[in-house]
């Protein structure tokens, strides 16, 4: 009876796994990394209205946008954390190297939206003196974050069939 037990149990664990109901550690990320490049990309649709509405002193707008730039990147930072449990099972060092760039890059961004939110603050209290003084810093911090964006995208670029075979690009 007790060896009927263990086989079924091994036989079911046989099914599930080739049925694909176990991810192995690279589905895992990947079935993040698609939700997560949506985030970024959303986020950084928000900021850059966020960015024209202050342009034409629509501080409403800009505040609008920002606070959902911020949530997008937020959202961005939570899928990294799910994606970090895998990391480490990961035997592919670009993806390792595509992941410690993104986590940067959206850390970055985040801190970015962070600093356009207070400038937005400031703009919106006619303190254009500290408006622009976080806003100038909002906008070197995102320099930075763009600039590992496109070494991201480069390295996607570089190894695009490793990409395309993860279903990333």
Known sequence: ????????????????????????????????????????????TD?????????????DSANSNVQIAKQKFDDAEGKLSEIEEYENNLNESVYKEYI?????EVSLKKQASDELYLAVQYYANNDAYSGNSYGKSSNSLM????????????LVEENSDLFKKAGII
């Open 100 to 104: 410690d760039l993104i986590k940067e």
């Open 143 to 154: 320099q930075k974050a763009v600039i590992l964006q496109d070494e991201r995208n480069n």
């Open 47 to 59: 900021y850059n209205s966020a960015v024209s509405s202050i342009n034409n002193r629509d501080f």
């Open 1 to 44: 009876m007790r060896k009927d037990i263990i086989l079924v149990v091994l036989i079911l664990i046989a099914v599930v796994s080739i049925s694909g109901c176990i991810n192995s550690p690279i589905d895992n990320v990947n079935n993040r990394m698609k939700d997560l490049n949506t985030d970024i990309t959303e986020g950084d």
